[in-house]
């Protein structure tokens, strides 16, 4: 079944920098990656996600990348704010599969 | 004006106790989800429900009962409660099935089990 890796577990930035989080997959029949944010003691919910037939995607200071051949995806926060600060959180589904698989969370702190 | 709602939002119980957990979405949604999210974060599938129809079940020990009476409510009774079971567990919706398709979800239930 499908596996979902994410990476780091937790990321410190600057406020003003830019943020990475980058996640893998291992069905090659994945086609739907989207991104859940999850702030403290608060339900996770969806900011971005983006298609297999899309490379790229992009909405405000949030942009998301996809490299269907080495089953890899990337988001990217620029110029980070304190209230970027929570849990992101990747997943991947395909048709098939029926469900939505998610890594394992990446703990981001915007220090002021 | 919550999409997805689910009851209680905290429940502290002993172990061996049976409860259950409510949820109910006013989107119109075919599909709905019972998520564990355990203390590192963790969030994994436990059920998924199409239009009342049981369509899967993660290898979830069969002391958790789901129950869709229709496709707007999803219950979940947890029988013989352990220590294990502690976590948020949280309720989800979708347009349709096959996963891939946005998850809205509730507010989530922590469960504490003493």
């Known amino acids: 079944g499908e596996n979902v890796e994410q990476h780091p577990s937790t990321l410190s930035v600057q406020e003003g920098d830019s943020a990475v989080i980058k996640c893998t997959y291992s069905?090659?029949?994945?086609?739907?990656f989207p991104w859940y944010k999850q702030e403290l003691g608060k339900r996770p919910q969806l900011i971005i996600d983006i298609r297999s037939n899309v490379g790229e995607k992009k909405d405000q200071r949030i942009a998301v990348t996809l490299n269907k051949t080495a089953k890899h995806f990337s988001l990217h926060i620029t110029e980070t704010q304190p209230e970027d600060s929570a849990v992101y959180f990747c997943?991947?589904?395909?048709?098939?599969?029926?469900?939505?698989?998610f890594g394992q969370g990446t703990e981001l702190s915007v220090k002021p | 004006d919550t999409a997805v709602s689910q009851t209680p939002k905290y429940l502290v119980t002993q172990m061996g106790n049976d409860k259950s957990i409510k949820c109910e979405q006013n989107l119109g949604h075919d599909t709905m989800y019972w998520y564990k999210q355990d203390s590192k974060k963790f969030l994994k599938i436990m059920f998924s429900y199409n239009n009342k129809e049981l369509i899967i079940n993660e290898t979830v020990p069969n002391r958790f009962s789901p129950k869709s009476p229709d496709k707007a409510h999803l219950n979940l009774h947890i029988n013989s409660l352990e220590l294990g079971d502690s976590a948020v567990y949280f309720c989800?919706?979708?347009?349709?099935?096959?996963?891939?398709?946005?998850?809205?979800f509730g507010n989530g239930t922590r469960l504490t089990v003493t």
């Open positions: 989800a919706s979708s347009p349709r099935t096959g996963g891939n398709s946005p998850l809205h």
């Open positions: 997943a991947a589904s395909s048709n098939q599969g029926g469900k939505l698989i």
């Open positions: 069905d090659s029949a994945s086609n739907y």
